[in-house]
């Protein structure tokens, strides 16, 4: 199987930056799309950026110009760092992995569990 671990959510004045991780560990043949999807409460789950396995970003308006996502292919794990935080990023960000397991001949979409942002005026 495959799991996906989050780290580095915390609370943080507004103006400030975290960096969030996520690694894929187990039965891992290759790693393609990897993403930072976010839920805020009373609200629907949204992508916040994605990067494929060549390293091409793409990101949500919301975000853009403040937050970089970066991946470590030999580690198997996401980044994603957040400057200049706002009150409305705060929410619970999810890791997604498309992994093709070994000895399975397709892709699946993997989360983790979630790691909580939260951004004070």
């Known amino acids: 199987q495959v799991q996906l671990v989050e780290s580095g959510g915390g609370s943080v004045q507004a103006g400030g930056s975290l960096r969030l991780s996520c690694a894929a560990s187990?039965?891992?043949?290759?790693?393609?799309?990897m993403g930072w999807y976010r839920q805020a409460p009373g609200k629907q789950r949204e992508l916040v950026a994605v990067i494929s396995s060549g390293g091409t970003t793409n990101y949500a308006d919301s975000v853009k110009g403040r937050f970089t996502a970066s991946r470590d292919n030999v580690k198997n794990t996401l980044y994603l760092q957040m400057n200049s935080l706002k009150p409305e990023d705060t929410a619970v960000y999810y890791c997604?992995?498309?992994?093709?397991?070994?000895?399975?001949?397709?892709?699946?979409?993997?989360w983790g569990q979630g790691t909580q942002v939260t951004v004070s005026s």
């Open positions: 187990g039965s891992i043949f290759k790693i393609y799309a």
């Open positions: 997604n992995a498309n992994v093709q397991p070994f000895a399975v001949s397709r892709a699946t979409d993997y």
